[in-house]
C-alpha cells in the first residue's frame, strides 16, 4: 500500500530527477526506486558487518584449526 508524503528538495536534485526520468517515470517513482536500493544496501551492510563482527570474534580458533589441517597435510606427504 502507498502512502503520500511530502518532502523538500533542492532546484538541482529535482532538476535531476527530471533528467533521469525524462517523462518516462515520475518523480516519485524515481525516489522510491533509488530508496529501495538504498535500503536493500544498508540491509546488506548490517548483515556484513555482523559477520566480520563473528568471524574476528573466532578468527583465533579459526586460524589454529586451519594451521591444524595445514600441518596434518604437511606431516603426510612427508611419510
Known amino acids: ?14 532538476a535531476g530527477l527530471d533528467r533521469l526520468g525524462r517523462g518516462k517515470q515520475s518523480r516519485s517513482a524515481i525516489i522510491e526506486s533509488v530508496l ?3 535500503l536493500r544496501e544498508h540491509a546488506q551492510a548490517k548483515i556484513r558487518t555482523r559477520d566480520l563482527e563473528l568471524l574476528n570474534r573466532e ?3 579459526l586460524n589454529a584449526e586451519a594451521l591444524e589441517v595445514l600441518e596434518f597435510q604437511t606431516a603426510e606427504r612427508e611419510d
Open 1 to 14: 500500500m502507498k502512502e503520500k508524503t511530502s518532502i523538500t528538495l533542492s532546484s538541482d536534485v529535482l
Open 36 to 38: 529501495r536500493q538504498y
Open 59 to 61: 578468527a583465533d580458533q
